[in-house]
């Protein structure tokens, strides 16, 4: 699987841990980092992302690293999510695991952090949608398609997203439907559940 289809964000606000995390992943993953809840949240509506690692203690958020998990299963409940924090609270923990999350407390295990990154469920799913790009031979803009709609946009979105018309969108849509062997361009989602 190539690294763009397995990029991770790392909200951090402390430069060196951030810059730890990225040298010690980007090995395996593609990383984009983001320092606070709004640079994250502009990632995350800008770019498809299978996983995101939020610490708890961002400077420009009420609840820190939660109220942004809060909104990222709001708005991309498919992107995995791991809670880290200097404070081992049991709070924080029931919390992250409330809202779906993995908690994991500083200083980070990177093995601990990769074996988690390997088997979310997005990064399975990132598997099998690079095999479905080859195996239907789904061109760049149809894979494209995929992975927005997988990850839970719509075609209208998409058109927006690329610059298309939604006459453009729809037509890969249709397309992407027929090659996948599904009648309706909302069963493509179906396809991809894990």
């Known amino acids: 699987m190539s690294q763009l289809s397995q990029t991770v964000l790392v909200v951090e606000d402390d430069e060196a841990q951030s810059r730890a995390i990225e040298r010690a992943l980007g090995r395996r993953f593609a990383v984009k980092t983001a320092a606070t809840l709004a640079a994250a949240r502009a990632r ?6 299978i996983a995101a690692i939020i610490d708890v203690g961002l400077p420009d958020a009420g609840e820190g690293g939660l109220e942004l998990l809060r909104w990222l ?3 991309y409940p498919t992107v995995g999510a791991l809670v880290v924090s200097a404070r081992f609270e049991r709070e924080l923990l029931e919390a992250a695991a409330e809202l779906g999350a993995f908690f ?3 200083p980070l295990s990177m093995t601990v952090v990769e074996r988690w ?3 979310t469920p997005t990064t399975r799913r990132e598997v099998m949608l690079a095999a479905a790009r080859e195996d239907y031979g789904l061109s760049a803009r149809e894979f494209e398609l995929l ?33 996948l062997g599904v009648p ?4 493509v989602v179906g396809r991809f559940r894990i």
């Not at 995350?44 to 992302?49: A, H």
């Not at 309706?184 to 069963?187: E, G, K, L, P």
């Open 44 to 49: 995350l509506d800008d770019e498809n992302f």
């Open 73 to 75: 299963r709001a708005r």
């Open 104 to 106: 994991l407390a500083k």
């Open 117 to 119: 990154l390997e088997n």
């Open 147 to 179: 992975r927005w709609l997988v990850h839970g946009g719509t075609v209208d979105a998409f058109a927006r997203h690329v610059g298309v018309g939604e006459g453009t969108a729809k037509a890969y849509a249709r397309r992407l439907a027929t090659k």
């Open 184 to 187: 309706r361009v909302r069963d």
